[in-house]
């Protein structure tokens, strides 16, 4: 019989007021195990306030191969940046 | 196609940025650092059992609490390093299977028994002292998760070492057979130490191409030269000597010459012939086994609730 358990991304929010952040993965049966597995590897020494784990086969990741084409929407639209309007310098607060 | 994907890794690596899991790369890449990872994790994982050893022999609660500490995070560090494998398409039951079966290795180092408990303070100083010194270096390695790994490992490192040192402080300050006793164990682990950087450089089959992709970042020659200067001052603070008669310092060099660790019994204790080879796999094997039923059960309960769960809904 194959028990190799399921493969499980690990994401924790370091303190208040942080975004999760992915630190790595682990093995577990479910995802309760997940969470008490993910609490004694990836936050021995108080690394973290909140856990998050997710199975790896649930994250649907860009393409690296696409990465010029899939962000170049963003690529040539200068207008969406602050500095792109010029604003006369005595004017205040803008 | 193919040309220009090889020119797209090249310059990410020679710009210093990070090759990440999903990114195309050669295949010899991908092969070195599954083999360079699995063997660190594999390492971490087998190195627990020297320490281990003294786990119960403890002499006092407080030492006792910090070697149990210390012995979880080599098992911690194990599983970050099987992670980052496992971003480049290895599989975690197909590494163990390959560590108990030997087709591939860890650190000699772990091939040596610890015969006393100053061992457990000079393998903190000497032998963490070493991988410090190994995976500093790594925290730049050109492929991302392993890079991120070894920044992990390397902050707790400074603990074990620290530990280590602390502990052979308390017994230099003891009785003189206390003395004697961390004097011996420097003694033993001096050389094994020396030989985990690798064989010498004219002899370091990988070394070059590993430096040209920038998974190593510094030869084995240089790492050794680099730790045999950190160590000296350690020692005279401590009031131990190295057992190597060539040992002194190069005015001209600004570094310390050292005399050369004996090969024959790297390789030697690399083919298997070490003290302890077959006892670390027999015991890697035999937890790998037992825990079998407790893998099964787990997995037998998680299926049951989640057929449960689906009948619920």
Redesign the interface.
């Known amino acids: 019989m194959s028990t190799s358990w399921p493969l499980w991304e690990v994401f924790v929010r370091g303190k208040r007021g942080l975004n999760h952040v992915h630190v790595g993965s682990l093995h577990a049966p479910d995802a309760e195990m997940a969470l008490r597995n993910a609490r004694d590897v990836y936050t021995r020494r108080n690394e973290g306030v909140s856990i998050w784990v997710v199975p790896a086969t649930s994250i649907t990741a860009s393409s690296p191969d696409e990465k010029d084409p899939f962000f170049a929407p963003a690529g040539d639209k200068v207008y969406r940046h602050p500095t792109f309007y010029a604003i006369p310098e005595d004017v205040p607060h803008l | 196609m193919a040309d220009d994907l090889e020119l797209r890794f090249e310059r990410t690596v020679q710009s210093e940025a990070r090759i990440?899991p999903?990114?195309?790369m050669p295949d010899g890449y991908r092969k070195t650092l599954i083999r360079q990872i699995a063997q660190h994790a594999h390492s971490e994982i087998i190195g627990m059992q020297p320490e281990g050893n003294w786990i119960s022999r403890a002499p006092s609660l407080r030492r006792k609490a910090i070697l149990l500490?210390k012995v979880?995070?080599e098992a911690?560090h194990g599983?970050?390093l099987y992670?980052?494998t496992?971003?480049l398409g290895a599989?975690?039951?197909d590494l163990t299977t390959k560590l108990i079966e030997g087709r591939q290795k860890y650190s000699s180092i772990f091939n040596y028994p610890t015969l006393t408990f100053a061992d457990v303070g000079v393998i903190g100083w000497l032998v963490d002292g070493a991988a410090i010194c190994n995976q500093v270096p790594l925290c730049r390695t050109s492929y991302g998760?392993y890079a991120?790994?070894m920044i992990r490992i390397c902050k707790?490192e400074s603990f074990h070492q620290r530990q280590g040192y602390e502990l052979l402080m308390t017994m230099m300050r003891g009785t003189q057979q206390q003395r004697d006793m961390v004097q011996d164990s420097v003694n033993r682990w001096w050389w094994p130490a020396l030989m985990m950087f690798g064989p010498p450089d004219a002899e370091s089959t990988n070394t070059e191409q590993s430096m040209a992709w920038r998974i190593k970042r510094d030869t084995n020659d240089e790492l050794r030269q680099k730790f045999v200067n950190m160590s000296m001052p350690q020692a005279e603070a401590l009031g131990v000597t190295f057992p190597d008669p060539e040992l002194k310092w190069n005015e001209e060099r600004g570094e310390y010459d050292f005399g050369a660790p004996d090969w024959d019994e790297f390789w030697q204790v690399v083919k298997g012939g070490g003290v302890c080879n077959e006892q670390r796999i027999a015991h890697r094997r035999k937890a790998h086994e037992d825990g079998?039923w407790v893998?099964?059960a787990?997995?037998a309960?998680?299926a049951k609730?989640?057929v449960r769960e689906e009948g619920a809904a």
């Open positions: 990440e999903r990114d195309w500490a979880q995070d911690g599983l970050y992670s980052a496992e971003t599989d975690r039951e998760p991120r790994a707790e079998a893998r099964e787990a997995a309960h998680a609730n989640a």
